[in-house]
Structures are given as structure tokens and as C-alpha cells.
């Protein structure tokens, strides 16, 4: 049975979970996209009367523009009233209590930055067979990760990105964060990984390339800055402290969001220690 099979048979109340997003604005060129729009267009005029199909585009446009001069208006940066675009305002960075004593190990001090990468080596993309049954697995092993987070130490990942200077395809990109390399280890030989990673390996996905790339930042050695950002990276994260292995939702921390010291500069906050290298 494929995953895909096995997905819709048994578990159909998750298709819109999954599937939702399976058409994003990335996924196209914008030639190709003006294409689709002019299509749509021309169907639109072949159904309806002219002044109907004209008036849709045109009503979509008047509808953004009063939206964002509405927007516009209410635009409060300072996070105090009005409309702050998602922002948590100011200059800050986050912290979050390292493991002491005994349970600090060699690996679960700082961060882990594991980057994973994909490539729709087809020129249909998403479009491309196997392609439906790669988002199962993809999204299976990040739902075990988020329910395993104390297990294998896992903080969180950004939303999907993409690499804009590929012409020929699709490149998506995940950021995603571990406070073990062990945890993170751990979780490669775990079933929803090794499930993707058997399939990828036996030529399951032939149209699929993929890469990793996995850095280790002890305590002291990493920083965190967001100057009127939205929660993304790191700040978009949780994770569960010492102690607290029965929530599962973990601490988010964005809610730990602190000031950034006046005047301080990355080399101050990392100050040598002697006999421990660098320390925050």
C-alpha cells in the first residue's frame, strides 16, 4: 500500500491539513501566473456577461488597494494600539536556561540549526508523480517531532521557504531548531524518518533532490536579534525546560523575548570564561 493510498484510506479527516497548501504562490513563475489569470479570464467572459467578468479583476484590485490605505491608516508600529502588521515591537533577542550540573551533556548546550532542503527535479514541480505522497512523509515527520519534543529536544522550524534564484525549479527550504544533537540524532532513526528516508533511498521519489546541512552553536556561541520583526526563526520556536517533560506544548519563545542591552554589542554579550571558551 503507498502512502498516499494508505493516507486517503485511513486517514481522511487530515486531507485538508495536508493538502491545503499544496498550490502556493511560489510554486509558479509570474509569466505563468498571468497566464493562468488571463485564462481565467477569458472563461470568466465566456460564462458570464462582459461587464460581469470585467468588473471581477477590477473589483479584486479596488478591494486590496482601499484594504491596504485602511491599513495604512490604523499603522501603529509601537505595538500600542492600532494595526502592528504582526510585529512584536522594539529591539530584542532571546534567552532561554541552558542545562546545568548533571544534566548537561556535550550535546545539548546552545542550539542546533538543522537546514533541510528540497527540489522538485521535474518540470511539472508539485505537479510531478510521487509528489502528494512526499508531502505525507514530509509533514508526518514533523508532526512526530512536534509531538516528541522533550524525546529528541526539538524547538520548532520556519515555515517553508524558497529559494528565489532557482529558474528551472522549486527549491523549498526549512530552518529548524534542536537543543540536542543527540535529540536531533535520535529523531533520524525514528519511524516517520526512517519511513521517508527507506522510500528516498529505494527510488520511491526519483524527481526528488534533497540536502541537509546541520551546525552545532555552543552556549555563547549564537545570538539572536529581531528589530521590529515578526516571531520567525528561532523566536518562533518552543521548547520544553528541565523538569517540565510533561508539556507538550512547551514554553514559546517569543514570550521570552528580552531588551536588548543599551549599548551592547554581539562581542560583549559573548564574553571569554576562562577554562569554559566563549559564554553568554
Not at 501566473?33 to 460564462?47: D, E, N, R, T
Not at 517531532?145 to 515555515?159: F, I, T
Not at 520583526?229 to 528541565?242: E, K, L, N
Not at 517533560?245 to 512547551?250: A, L, N, P, V, W
Request: proline fraction near 6%; hydrophobic fraction near 40%; charged fraction near 20%.
Amino acid at each position: 500500500m503507498t502512502p498516499l493510498f494508505d493516507f486517503l484510506v485511513n486517514r481522511p479527516s487530515e486531507i485538508f491539513a495536508q493538502y491545503h497548501d499544496l498550490i502556493e504562490h511560489s510554486d509558479f513563475s509570474l509569466p505563468t501566473w498571468l497566464s493562468l489569470g488571463a485564462l481565467f479570464q477569458v472563461i470568466m467572459s465566456f460564462w458570464l456577461p462582459p461587464r460581469v467578468s470585467a468588473l471581477l479583476p477590477l473589483g479584486w484590485l479596488a478591494y486590496r488597494f482601499l484594504k491596504s490605505a485602511s491599513d495604512m491608516n490604523r499603522l501603529d508600529l509601537t505595538g500600542k494600539e492600532g494595526y502592528s502588521m504582526g510585529i512584536t515591537p522594539g529591539l530584542l533577542t532571546t534567552k532561554f536556561d541552558e542545562p546545568v550540573g548533571d544534566q548537561k551533556t556535550k550535546t545539548n548546550d546552545g542550539v542546533v540549526l538543522f537546514l533541510l532542503s528540497a527540489r522538485y527535479n521535474h518540470p511539472f514541480g508539485k505537479l510531478a508523480p510521487g509528489f502528494a505522497e512526499i508531502d505525507i512523509v514530509f509533514k508526518d515527520m514533523f508532526r512526530e517531532a512536534e509531538k516528541e519534543k522533550a524525546k529528541y529536544s526539538y524547538l520548532g522550524s520556519s515555515d517553508v521557504l524558497f529559494d528565489m534564484s532557482d529558474k528551472q525549479s522549486t527549491t523549498v527550504v526549512f530552518l529548524t531548531y534542536w537543543k540536542d544533537l543527540a535529540g536531533l540524532q535520535e529523531f533520524a532513526q525514528g519511524p516517520s524518518h526512517r519511513v521517508g528516508w527507506n522510500a528516498y533511498n529505494q527510488g520511491h521519489f526519483p524527481y526528488m533532490g534533497i540536502m541537509h546541512e546541520t551546525y552545532h552553536a555552543p552556549k555563547g556561541h549564537w545570538e539572536t536579534i529581531y528589530h521590529n520583526m515578526r516571531p520567525f526563526g528561532m523566536a518562533g520556536t518552543s521548547y520544553i525546560p528541565v523538569g517540565k517533560e510533561g508539556e507538550t506544548e512547551g514554553v514559546k519563545l517569543g514570550m521570552q523575548l528580552v531588551p536588548k542591552p543599551k549599548g551592547s554589542s554581539m562581542m560583549s554579550r559573548m564574553r571569554k570564561v576562562k577554562g569554559e571558551g566563549w559564554d553568554i
